[in-house]
């Protein structure tokens, strides 16, 4: 059973940095793209950035220069390393992997149990 494991969220001082692990656990085929979502009390969840398993990123406007996204295939381990952190990165993130089960079957998504990240000002 496929499943995905984040860790690293927790409490900083605005200007601080944290890094964001999540592994995906069980047998796959191949991992076609993994990403990292949050979701702050009362709103969406949104894309904060998102990275292909050859490498191409892509990231939302407001965290451009400050977060960085980084796959690491063998180990089946994506990382959210997040600079210059503010208050209003304050969110629950998720992480997301869009999975190839089988040579033979459909891509799957599946989602992580979300890490809590508070900002301080």
């Known amino acids: 059973q496929v499943q995905l494991v984040e860790s690293g969220g927790g409490l900083v001082q605005a200007g601080g940095s944290l890094r964001l692990s999540c592994v995906v656990s069980g047998t796959i085929y191949s991992i076609v793209t993994m990403g990292w979502y949050r979701q702050a009390p009362g709103e969406q969840r949104d894309l904060v950035a998102q990275?292909?398993?050859?490498?191409?990123?892509d990231y939302r406007d407001s965290v451009k220069g400050r977060f960085t996204i980084s796959i690491d295939n063998a180990k089946k381990t994506a990382y959210l390393q997040m600079d210059s952190l503010k208050p209003e990165d304050t969110a629950v993130y998720y992480c997301?992997?869009?999975?190839?089960?089988?040579?033979?079957?459909?891509?799957?998504?599946?989602w992580g149990r979300g890490t809590q990240v508070t900002v301080s000002s």
């Open positions: 997301k992997a869009n999975i190839r089960p089988g040579a033979i079957y459909p891509n799957v998504n599946y």
């Open positions: 990275i292909t398993s050859g490498g191409s990123t």
